[in-house]
């Protein structure tokens, strides 16, 4: 048994009914609560996307924004995970039931009143999902699931918010294809805003009210308020078209006239002049609701009475005026109670044979009230007729004009008062021509319109799009062959343009690999297929790219160049070379930061030059004292250079030379001074005095040359 199979359990605690469908984000399937035994629905992330970090944020994210709202419109979010495979998965209410599309394609039109009180519950859900400041994007009938509460009401509930996305500011309104180019929303149920791929709009709540209106539109007729053969067809018109009007557009279904006006505001292009929120939309819909429920009652018309077995009564003429029968009723039904209060037996039987046909009766035979009823409808009928030619004749004179708006409401004054007054289907007619006729031409104006805008903007998809409409509207276009040639030239163009940037991305990759021959040929290719907005631009951008890696080649030779001479200058210590080489390198282009570290090895270099210029006179003045024994005027010299040279080392090991030097001096001199004195000593023959004063010179000379010549002669007076 595999993981997604009827029987499965999900998590521990979700068993698989059965596989519901798949869509572009994950797998949907039935499943039981096993703990708490109730039907919900799992909606899991698709293997192949599981991986796709865009995929799971897209995921989560309609999760996180499922959480924030709460309405009893809006399908609930009970939970999310992830299972043990890695793949996400979130549990939403199991709502029993049927969604407008699947109602629609089964059973067509709701009822007028159903209709309006299924779109305010719609409305009232997305209210709460605007309010939490997020918008669905996807408003279509598919996702409107339509079930029944405890009182046997029908209920709507809004599902699927995979494409909702926040209200937040640099939200474009395109259309957001993915990699593979698929439509997020659904083509035939976004916003002109929605749809339009380049004009930078931030789509807000409007747009959702837009798709609503759409869906709403076809829940009252069972038609699309566009006529297209193709989805890319729908797109096109609500971008250049007026929606039909809900009158009309079913022969089967009445739409009030003040309910095609909301609807039909609703399916503004321009979404300034739509509802600016939904619950003005509610509003609206609540006033027909209302207007609906509360109508009076249809005048109906006497019943006619079958007459009695035999002719015609006596009195009646075949001038005088009948009694209209009741809608519904049939000739040969049983007859009705007359004025008398008679009426058929219940229990007559009924013969197999035609039945006689009725008697009318006389304005004779009518009782005092049925005269005074028939003579009210009558002055009522009649009141009803002369305004509605009233009417009428101003219609004309507004279709006359041309003001076919004005003809179209005074129409549908003279349907709701007298759906039946003379030369109303006439006129009726004649104005959907005219009106059929101004839409055709402002239908292709616009086209025209809007294909040229795409020509300047080069968008060929939408120019494609755009005279495919167009030619649709009017296959023997005048200037056909002319907009074809632009079409197949704006093609040359842009697949030119598409080489131009291939070899301008490619001349960019030679040019940050070094290889300036390969750029220069990309460049060539370049020069040939440049054919934007402006030509040449981008080759001569290009060609700018490349002088400048040139220049900067050379300009890093000469750097490096230069760099090798400076260095070589500080590391000999030569100061004014060092200097020019920093100055011309200096205006090349090196950084900042390098040339302040050059700056500062030079400024160390010319204050090591300069200490040791000072150390070299130092050193001069000092040996000239030294050598000439004056240990105060050279001890004055380190000090002097201890001063000006704070640290140089040369300073102590000028007084520690001057120290050994004079103990030195002074030790020679009393040597010299014991040897003259032993001298005098043993001139006076006084050998005692002569011992001692050569004991004391050997202790402070032992290796005095004249030791043996000293210890002879002090020895020779000894023994004497």
């Known amino acids: 048994m595999t993981s997604r199979e009827p029987g499965t359990v999900l998590d521990g605690k979700y068993e698989i009914v059965q596989r519901l469908g798949s869509g572009g984000m994950?797998?949907?399937?039935?499943?039981?609560?096993?703990?708490?035994?109730?039907?919900?629905?799992?909606?899991?992330?698709?293997?192949?996307?599981?991986?796709?970090?865009?995929?799971?944020?897209?995921?989560?994210?309609?999760?996180?924004?499922?959480?924030?709202?709460?309405?009893?419109?809006?399908?609930?979010?009970?939970?999310?995970?992830?299972?043990?495979?890695?793949?996400?998965?979130?549990?939403?209410?199991?709502?029993?039931?049927?969604?407008?599309?699947?109602?629609?394609?089964?059973?067509?039109?709701?009822?007028?009143?159903?209709?309006?009180?299924?779109?305010?519950?719609?409305?009232?859900?997305?209210?709460?999902?605007?309010?939490?400041?997020?918008?669905?994007?996807?408003?279509?009938?598919?996702?409107?699931?339509?079930?029944?509460?405890?009182?046997?009401?029908?209920?709507?509930?809004?599902?699927?918010?995979?494409?909702?996305?926040?209200?937040?500011?640099?939200a474009t309104a395109s259309m957001e294809i993915t990699q593979v180019g698929m439509f997020m929303g659904k083509l035939q149920y976004c916003s002109p805003e929605q749809a339009?791929?380049?004009?930078?709009?931030?789509?807000?709540?409007?747009?959702?009210?837009?798709?609503?209106?759409?869906?709403?539109?076809?829940?009252?007729?069972?038609?699309?308020?566009f006529e297209s053969e193709s989805q890319h067809g729908f797109i096109f018109k609500r971008l250049s078209e007026d929606p039909l009007p809900l009158v009309g557009r079913n022969p089967r279904v009445a739409v009030p006239v003040e309910l095609d006006r909301v609807v039909r505001r609703g399916l503004e292009r321009e979404r300034d002049k739509r509802y600016n929120d939904a619950v003005v939309f509610i509003e609206a819909l609540e006033k027909i609701g209302r207007a609906l429920t509360g109508a009076e009652t249809q005048e109906i018309p006497i019943a006619r009475a079958a007459p009695p077995a035999a002719a015609t009564t006596e009195g009646s003429s075949p001038g005088t005026a009948a009694a209209p029968s009741a809608p519904g009723s049939d000739p040969g039904s049983r007859p009705a109670s007359g004025p008398t209060g008679d009426a058929a037996s219940p229990s007559t039987p009924v013969s197999d044979a035609a039945?006689?046909?009725?008697?009318?009766?006389?304005?004779?035979?009518?009782?005092?009230?049925?005269?005074?009823?028939?003579?009210?409808?009558?002055?009522?009928?009649?009141?009803?007729?002369?305004?509605?030619?009233?009417?009428?004749?101003?219609?004309?004179?507004?279709?006359?004009?041309?003001?076919?708006?004005?003809?179209?409401?005074?129409?549908?004054?003279?349907?709701?008062?007298?759906?039946?007054?003379?030369?109303?289907?006439?006129?009726r007619w004649r104005l959907q021509q005219v009106e059929e006729q101004a839409a055709a031409q402002r239908r292709t104006a616009e086209t025209e319109q809007v294909l040229a805008g795409y020509l300047q903007r080069r968008q060929l998809p939408l120019a494609r799009l755009a005279l495919e409409t167009l030619l649709e509207l009017s296959p023997g276009h005048p200037r056909r062959a002319e907009l074809?040639?632009?079409?197949?030239?704006?093609?040359?163009?842009?697949?030119?343009?598409?080489?131009?940037?291939?070899?301008?991305?490619?001349?960019?990759?030679?040019?940050?690999?070094?290889?300036?021959?390969?750029?220069?040929?990309?460049?060539?290719?370049?020069?040939?297929?440049?054919?934007?907005?402006?030509?040449?631009?981008?080759?001569e951008a290009f060609r700018a790219e490349l002088a400048a890696a040139e220049r900067a080649q050379r300009q890093g030779s000469e750097v490096e160049e230069r760099r090798k001479r400076l260095e070589q200058a500080l590391a000999?210590?030569?100061?004014?070379?060092?200097?020019?080489?920093?100055?011309?390198?200096?205006?090349?282009?090196?950084?900042?930061?390098?040339?302040?570290?050059?700056?500062?090895?030079?400024?160390?270099?010319?204050?090591?030059?300069?200490?040791?210029?000072?150390?070299?006179?130092?050193?001069?003045?000092?040996?000239?004292?030294?050598?000439?024994?004056?240990?105060?005027?050279?001890?004055?010299?380190?000090?002097?250079?201890?001063?000006?040279?704070?640290?140089?080392?040369?300073?102590?090991?000028?007084?520690?030379?001057?120290?050994?030097?004079?103990?030195?001096h002074r030790r020679q001199q009393t040597v010299a001074q014991g040897i003259q004195q032993i001298e005098t000593f043993i001139a006076q023959k006084d050998a005692p005095k002569a011992e001692m004063a050569l004991r004391i010179l050997l202790q402070m000379d032992p290796d005095n040359k004249n030791r043996k010549r000293l210890e002879k002669a002090v020895r020779g007076l000894a023994g004497r």
């Open 196 to 225: 339009a791929t380049s004009n930078g709009e931030t789509l807000d709540r409007r747009s959702d009210l837009y798709s609503f209106a759409l869906v709403l539109y076809e829940m009252l007729v069972g038609l699309p308020p």
């Open 355 to 427: 039945p006689e046909p009725p008697r009318y009766r006389s304005s004779s035979e009518l009782s005092r009230a049925e005269r005074i009823d028939l003579l009210a409808q009558i002055e009522r009928a009649g009141r009803r007729n002369q305004e509605g030619t009233q009417i009428l004749g101003k219609a004309e004179v507004a279709l006359a004009a041309g003001q076919l708006a004005e003809a179209r409401e005074l129409l549908g004054q003279i349907e709701l008062s007298n759906p039946r007054a003379a030369g109303v289907e006439a006129f």
């Open 26 to 170: 994950g797998e949907v399937h039935l499943v039981r609560h096993l703990h708490l035994q109730e039907l919900r629905v799992v909606k899991i992330l698709r293997q192949d996307l599981a991986a796709d970090p865009s995929a799971q944020a897209r995921f989560l994210r309609e999760a996180r924004l499922a959480t924030q709202i709460k309405h009893p419109n809006v399908a609930i979010l009970y939970d999310f995970s992830r299972l043990p495979d890695g793949s996400f998965y979130m549990v939403w209410e199991h709502i029993e039931g049927h969604d407008v599309g699947g109602h629609l394609r089964k059973h067509g039109p709701f009822p007028v009143p159903v209709a309006i009180q299924l779109g305010i519950q719609a409305l009232r859900g997305l209210e709460a999902i605007h309010s939490t400041g997020v918008i669905h994007r996807d408003v279509s009938p598919d996702n409107l699931m339509i079930t029944e509460d405890r009182r046997g009401q029908f209920r709507i509930k809004i599902i699927d918010l995979g494409l909702a996305k926040h209200l937040e500011p640099g």
């Open 572 to 664: 000999t210590r030569q100061v004014a070379e060092a200097e020019r080489e920093l100055e011309q390198l200096s205006g090349l282009e090196v950084t900042r930061v390098t040339l302040d570290a050059y700056r500062a090895q030079l400024e160390e270099v010319r204050s090591a030059s300069t200490a040791k210029a000072r150390t070299a006179e130092f050193e001069r003045r000092y040996k000239l004292l030294f050598d000439a024994e004056d240990w105060y005027g050279a001890r004055e010299i380190a000090r002097e250079m201890e001063r000006d040279l704070p640290g140089h080392p040369r300073a102590g090991e000028m007084f520690a030379e001057v120290d050994r030097r004079e103990a030195g």
């Open 484 to 539: 074809e040639g632009a079409l197949e030239r704006l093609a040359r163009d842009l697949e030119q343009q598409k080489r131009a940037e291939k070899a301008l991305e490619a001349g960019r990759a030679a040019l940050a690999q070094g290889d300036f021959r390969a750029a220069r040929r990309e460049l060539e290719v370049i020069v040939r297929n440049d054919t934007a907005s402006q030509p040449g631009a981008r080759a």
